[in-house]
């Protein structure tokens, strides 16, 4: 069965820093593995998506590597803002299923 | 891209109660899905919602506890059944086309059980 977690939980950090946010899964037969941003009231927004043949992607500030074969996957945001501040959560599809698995999620603060 | 919507928001129900939460894509996906956050925690799939057939249950739900209606390639609903506080969560609506690879989510209805 597929887990997924992430670490850290929280992350506090001041405007302009740069943040890595991992995430690690158990089974590495994945399909795919996206990042996604959930705001409160708004549900969750896509960012990145990554192919399973695929090292990295990347959308502005934001880049998304994968190791498959070790199970992990980081996002990196450059230079980050207030307006970051969400929770992230990485989720996996397994090889031969359309089903998503989510990770248990970063909660970011940027503070001003 | 498709846009999600999910009716009501919020609600507040009393235990033994049922609720119908209904989610509404606009534009023709293949897959539809519903989701509950109990709170602090992440995404669990309640089931893939399948059009003109039974919904598929992941483990841990059931059809008589969650029961999920899709006429259509545009609409799902899903019910909570006799109601319990340990129903509090945000339940989402997700929705997916087989050929893309991208899934979508509607805002979440957060519900609150007393």
């Known amino acids: 069965k597929q887990e997924v977690t992430q670490i850290p939980a929280a992350l506090s950090v001041p405007e302009g820093e740069n943040l890595v946010l991992n995430c690690s899964f158990t089974?590495?037969?994945?399909?795919?593995l996206q990042w996604f941003r959930q705001d409160p009231g708004k549900g969750l927004t896509s960012l990145l998506l990554?192919?399973?043949?695929?090292r990295e992607q990347t959308s502005g500030r934001l880049n998304a590597s994968l190791d498959k074969s070790s199970g992990r996957s980081t996002l990196y945001i450059a230079a980050s803002q207030p307006g970051d501040s969400a929770t992230y959560l990485c989720?996996?599809?397994?090889?031969?299923?359309?089903?998503?698995?989510f990770g248990t999620g970063t909660r970011l603060l940027v503070s001003p | 891209s498709a846009v999600i919507s999910q009716k009501p928001s919020r609600d507040i129900c009393q235990r033994g109660t049922s609720l119908t939460i209904q989610c509404q894509v606009d534009?023709?996906?293949?897959?539809m899905f519903w989701y509950r956050q109990q709170p602090g925690q992440s995404l669990t799939l309640i089931a893939t919602?399948?059009?003109?057939?039974?919904?598929?249950?992941e483990s841990g739900f059931v059809i008589d506890k969650f029961p999920i209606s899709r006429p259509n390639l545009t609409f799902s609903t899903l019910t909570v059944s006799n109601m319990s506080p340990e129903d509090s969560s945000i339940y989402l609506c997700?929705?997916?086309?087989?050929?893309?690879?991208?899934?979508?989510f509607g805002p979440g209805t957060r519900l609150l059980v007393l």
């Open positions: 989720a996996v599809m397994n090889t031969g299923f359309q089903k998503l698995v």
């Open positions: 089974d590495s037969a994945i399909y795919n």
């Open positions: 990554i192919q399973s043949s695929q």
């Open positions: 534009s023709q996906v293949t897959m």
């Open positions: 919602a399948n059009q003109g057939s039974e919904a598929t249950y």
């Open positions: 997700s929705g997916k086309d087989a050929n893309q690879e991208t899934q979508y």
